[in-house]
């Protein structure tokens, strides 16, 4: 009845419809535009490198202790000098580099998956929302360093036998920063979410008769994006800092397991003689998450058509 | 508290497509910290009508008595409390799940707000697309030649399908609204205040398109307004609601020119007319005091609280429904008057 009252065909000589747009051109085209989001691109791709690259190039051990090069200043040899064990500062930084930056990513994809699940199902069904939030405050509540002892102390040994010692400990390191730091990402989705479903065009999608998984992936998870983007770009300096304070704390990794956190920490005890062994690995964590924090940013918008349309 | 319409079929033109029986929608109010149920929102309490296949049925109140809950309660937006709704001689009030989802292409809505029905992340191409995909009606090049139909149907350039809702006015956004609700070829369109957040030159213009496709199409619409003035021009049959009930249902001259019910003629006297004369010898019953609270309304009639024919037997007594008997409808139709009145004769 409506195909008979429509006009069905296309005028002679008008090109066929053009396919849809692709949304991740698009989406690149205007990343390409904001030019912190590419700076920060640059920079995070250049650590990356540097650091996953880096130690073939600059081949010392970094646990090799040599104890009669100890505390030397920057020379061609070692670059950023040696630690009061003559331990070579950049290839440390390096080594630390790969565990704080896998640390960090992993940590906060497994607390922005928990956290974005929780509060999209905590503000998508009601049924749901009080035990879920309760669950939530609960986490909250949680006096986060003796949770971390206790866990750490539990399941070092079992996962160390497991998994090995490092892979083990790091296992451990994420699963903890993960599972502790999803709080807030869970409070701000359920919060967008609240509010999301209430909007016409998901009344619309139930009219049509979308189902409820459809709904939220199509219409409710691409709308509360950006708040997810910024939980993941603060959340990586979250876990790379967690990170730090547990090695600090002896909980981490290994003593002789460089990370910058421990690097910083190692550090502060020789701030007044040699401030630059704290300044090196304090300004790697520092150029990691502002160039994190930038990239964020630039794919926040990018994904925002009303923004990708202005430029 | 049941007043059953007594289906007047038989003189209108043609057969009812959808038939609503007491149809209730209660929102419970939850409260202390328990949040144990205290009470309930009646928002639409014991609503009774027939809608017929390629009528436009209007129903106009004020804000929040019910009018869109009672569009929403239709097409199963909600589960509703209690009451009947047949649509070609099948409740769907009860129905669930897949049943219910079989229905849904037969049943569409075009929303009020078109600031807020478009997904701000979707292109216009895959909003009208959406019903095509999630019913598996057409894919690939059949999609796109069909989104593209769409559009022109709606008076809208085909190629705009690759842009994003907010690059439109408000009126085109309502016209992309109106694609998508035709996607599925329904029969019902349900049209929750649909010009409401336009400007009175695009009002027209939308106005114009669903009676165009009305035409065409050969849809049936329940079209929601307060806007006394549009209802005049698109509707054959009228409903008046007050505070979760309708108080009087006529074809549309009918009510227009002989309001019977005291809330009615209120209503009406406020529409301002086009003729300076006429203009200012108009009277307008002015209502005292404000809607009652539709979790704790008035007993007997909802309206006694602010009627200015009230009498005794008003706040004792619930009117019943009544038929006043045939009336002139649309195109030489003859359509019933009903009304729930004490007062009138």
């Given at each position: 009845m409506t195909d008979a009252a429509l006009p069905n065909q296309a005028p002679p000589g008008e090109p066929a419809m053009r396919p849809h747009r692709s949304l991740w051109r698009d989406v690149w085209a205007q990343f390409a535009v904001h030019k912190g989001a590419m700076a920060g691109t640059g920079i995070f791709v250049f650590i990356v490198l540097a650091v996953f690259i880096g130690p073939y190039i600059h081949t010392l051990d970094p646990s090799f202790i040599d104890i009669r090069n100890k505390n030397q200043g920057p020379s061609f040899e070692h670059p950023m000098g040696t630690d009061q064990l003559g331990r070579d500062t950049f290839a440390q930084v390096l080594a630390g580099g790969q565990v704080s930056l896998a640390v960090g990513v992993t940590a906060m994809a497994l607390s922005l998956v928990?956290?974005?699940?929780?509060?999209?199902?905590?503000?998508?069904?009601?049924?749901?929302?009080?035990?879920?939030?309760?669950?939530?405050d609960l986490f909250l509540a949680l006096p986060l360093l003796p949770l971390l002892l206790v866990i750490i102390m539990l399941f070092r040994d079992t996962l160390r036998s497991a998994f090995g010692p490092e892979t083990g400990i790091f296992i451990l390191i994420v699963f903890v920063i993960g599972i502790t730091s999803w709080m807030q990402t869970a409070r701000i989705v359920r919060g967008d979410v609240l509010g999301l479903k209430e909007r016409e065009f998901v009344l619309a999608a139930h009219s049509i008769g979308?189902?409820?998984?459809?709904?939220?992936?199509?219409?409710?998870?691409?709308?509360?994006?950006?708040?997810?983007?910024?939980?993941?770009?603060?959340?990586?300096?979250?876990a790379i800092i967690t990170e730090s304070a547990l090695s600090f704390l002896g909980l981490g990794f290994p003593s002789d397991f460089p990370t910058w956190g421990r690097l910083v920490f190692d550090g502060v005890t020789f701030l007044e003689q040699h401030p630059e062994r704290v300044l090196y690995p304090g300004m790697a964590i520092a150029l990691t998450v502002l160039s994190v924090n930038y990239m964020g940013d630039g794919i926040r918008d990018a994904l925002d058509p009303r923004i990708r349309s202005n430029r | 508290m049941t007043t059953i319409a007594e289906?007047?079929?038989?003189?209108?033109?043609?057969?009812?497509?959808?038939?609503?029986?007491?149809?209730?929608?209660?929102?419970?109010?939850?409260?202390?910290?328990?949040r144990r149920q205290v009470g309930s929102v009646?928002?639409?309490?014991?609503?009774?009508?027939?809608?017929?296949?390629?009528?436009?049925?209007?129903?106009?109140?004020?804000?929040?008595?019910?009018?869109?809950?009672c569009g929403r309660a239709l097409l199963r937006l909600y589960e509703v409390t209690?009451?009947?709704?047949?649509f070609e001689g099948r409740d769907i009030a009860e129905l669930a799940g897949n049943a219910l989802r079989d229905m849904r292409p037969r049943m569409q809505m075009i929303f009020?707000?078109?600031?807020?029905?478009?997904?701000?992340?979707?292109?216009?191409?895959?909003?009208?697309?959406?019903?095509?995909?999630?019913?598996?009606?057409?894919?690939?090049?059949?999609?796109?030649?069909?989104?593209?139909?769409?559009?022109?149907?709606?008076?809208m350039n085909p190629e705009f399908a690759n842009r994003y809702p907010h690059e439109f006015s408000g009126g085109q956004r309502q016209r992309i609204g109106i694609a998508r609700a035709l996607a599925l070829a329904p029969d019902f369109i349900v049209c929750d205040e649909p010009i409401a957040a336009l400007d009175v030159s695009i009002q027209a213009q939308v106005v114009n398109l669903l009676q165009d496709l009305q035409e065409k199409l050969g849809l049936t619409y329940l079209f929601i307004s307060h806007d006394l003035s549009m209802i005049?021009?698109?509707?054959?049959?009228?409903?008046?609601?007050?505070?979760?009930?309708?108080?009087?249902?006529?074809?549309?001259?009918?009510?227009?020119?002989?309001?019977?019910?005291?809330?009615?003629?209120?209503?009406?006297?406020?529409?301002?007319?086009?003729?300076?004369?006429?203009?200012?010898?108009?009277?307008?019953?002015?209502l005292t005091g404000d809607v009652p609270n539709p979790a704790n309304p008035p007993a007997g009639c909802r309206f006694c609280t602010r009627c200015p024919d009230a009498i005794d037997r008003c706040s004792v007594e619930e009117p019943v429904w009544r038929n006043l008997g045939p009336a002139k409808g649309s195109n030489g139709t003859v359509e019933d008057h009903f009304v729930a009145c004490h007062r009138v004769e």
């Open positions: 928990i956290g974005t699940l929780i509060g999209v199902l905590a503000g998508y069904f009601r049924r749901l929302d009080g035990p879920l939030m309760r669950f939530t979308t189902r409820q998984h459809r709904v939220i992936s199509r219409h409710i998870f691409p709308n509360v994006l950006s708040p997810i983007m910024v939980s993941a770009t603060l959340g990586i300096a979250n | 289906t007047g079929g038989d003189t209108a033109a043609g057969a009812p497509l959808v038939q609503v029986q007491d149809l209730e929608m209660y929102f419970p109010i939850y409260k202390g910290v328990l009646r928002a639409v309490d014991g609503l009774s009508f027939d809608i017929r296949r390629g009528e436009t049925l209007g129903l106009v109140g004020e804000s929040g008595c019910g009018k869109s809950t209690g009451g009947r709704i047949t009020q707000d078109p600031q807020a029905c478009l997904n701000p992340r979707m292109t216009v191409g895959s909003i009208i697309s959406e019903p095509l995909d999630e019913h598996h009606v057409a894919t690939g090049e059949e999609k796109r030649q069909r989104v593209r139909e769409l559009l022109e149907a709606v008076g005049r021009h698109i509707a054959d049959r009228v409903a008046v609601m007050y505070l979760g009930k309708i108080v009087e249902l006529a074809p549309v001259e009918e009510l227009f020119n002989a309001p019977k019910h005291p809330y009615t003629k209120a209503l009406l006297s406020a529409v301002p007319v086009p003729d300076p004369a006429v203009e200012a010898k108009r009277e307008r019953i002015i």
